[in-house]
Structures are given as structure tokens and as C-alpha cells.
């Protein structure tokens, strides 16, 4: 039996009869994990990315983005006017529309923006976007990224929650991607939040989840 990797309880295996891989999955915060032996390489992972066109031509990804600042960071916005987009990809579509908006926004991304500009900052906000289904160790990059927000600043994730339900788990869409290696739900960060220090602002039950990191 593995450990979860978000809360170290045993996590039960469960097999996926099409694909064949094995999934763990925690009975404590809801985490599931793709067994490391079905995770690809990361020239393989480089090259599936490489195939993505979020760029400013895709109308639906814009959008996307726009409501995302809409709905979770413009209510927010008094308190944030500096920005970190980790894991930007190459488009630099949603770091674009928050200058946009009247805020800074710095990149990162492993493979398109790899300068760590973030060393020895802090942000008022750190927004992380279809990124934390692809960490092997989310919980170290979550505690890392923490360091570099702000005393009451703010943390938005978005990563598709998935269905508390393994036969609608295994019949999912989101777990085809062969980068996908990691899967939350709400009660996965409702634990993270607590165990972190930080609040629930927001969330919309599907795929984006607003936090407020408290003051210590
Ligand atoms: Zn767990």
C-alpha cells in the first residue's frame, strides 16, 4: 500500500482495465495518484506540451482566462497588484490580461520560462493553471510557492476536480492526458487548506479554487 502523497495515510490501488495503469487512491483527503512506473519522460512530457496552442488565437482559451479575472481576481483586487503566473506555458495569454488589468505579472515555467524569477520575491497573488495534475510531489511545490506569497496575499489554483467515484474516475476524460499524474477535489484542499494555514475564499465546485494565505 503507498503513502498519499498530500496527507500520508495509506492511499488503495485501483486499476485502470482499459490503459492498465494503477491509480492510488487516499481515503483520508481524496488524492489520487498515477503509479510512478506510467509516469512518461520529460522530453516525451516537453513534446506533448509542444502540441498545445494557448495562445491569444485560441478565442476559448481567452475567454477562459478572462472570466477566470473576472470571477476570482478583480473582487480581490485591492489587495493584489503584483503577480506570479507559475507554469505559464508559452502563451503567456493569462499573464497578459492581468497587466491588462493593472497588475505586474512574472513567468515561470519549467520548460518555456525556467528563470526562477521569483527567488527572494513575494506576491500579492500566485496563480498556478493546469500545472498541479502534472507535480510528482505537489505538496513540496505548494509549500514552495507559499514562501513567495504575501501575509494574507492570495493563491489561485486550477486543476479539474475529480469525481469521488471510482468507476466515473476511471471513465474520466482528464486522466487520458498521459501527463495528468495527479488528481484533487475539493476535499483534498479542503485538507491542504488547513494543514497550510490558509482560508477557502472561492472556489466553483469544478476546477479553480481561490485561497487567502493567513496571517501568523
Ligand atoms: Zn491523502
Not at 106 to 119: G, H, I, N, S, T
Not at 179 to 197: P, R, S, V
Request: one cysteine or more; glycine letters at 4%.
Amino acid at each position: 500500500m503507498k503513502k498519499c502523497k498530500i496527507c500520508d495515510s495509506s492511499a488503495t490501488a485501483m486499476t485502470d482495465t482499459k490503459t492498465q495503469k494503477i491509480y492510488h487512491k487516499c481515503l483520508t483527503c481524496d488524492y489520487i495518484f498515477l503509479d510512478e512506473v506510467f509516469y512518461v519522460d520529460m522530453q516525451r512530457e516537453k513534446k506533448h506540451y509542444d502540441k498545445h496552442h494557448n495562445t491569444f488565437e485560441s478565442l476559448g482559451y481567452v475567454r477562459m482566462f478572462e472570466n477566470i479575472i473576472e470571477e476570482f481576481v478583480l473582487p480581490c483586487k485591492e489587495d493584489i497588484k503584483c503577480t506570479l503566473d507559475f507554469g505559464c506555458g508559452e502563451g503567456e495569454v493569462l499573464p497578459i490580461l492581468l497587466e491588462k488589468n493593472g497588475m505586474t505579472c512574472d513567468r515561470y515555467d519549467l520548460f518555456y520560462f525556467p528563470k526562477k524569477v521569483y527567488e527572494g520575491k513575494k506576491y500579492d497573488l500566485i496563480l498556478s493553471t493546469e500545472v498541479f495534475e502534472h507535480l510528482q510531489n505537489p505538496l513540496e511545490v505548494l509549500n514552495k510557492l507559499l514562501l513567495h506569497v504575501e501575509k494574507n496575499g492570495y493563491l489561485l489554483l486550477m486543476s479539474a476536480f475529480h469525481p469521488n467515484n471510482d468507476d466515473a474516475f476511471l471513465k474520466w476524460w482528464y486522466i487520458r492526458d498521459i501527463t495528468h499524474i495527479g488528481f484533487f477535489n475539493l476535499q483534498t484542499f479542503e485538507y491542504l487548506a488547513d494543514k497550510l494555514g490558509l482560508t477557502i475564499i472561492k472556489h466553483n465546485s469544478k476546477n479553480i479554487i481561490l485561497f487567502q494565505k493567513r496571517e501568523v
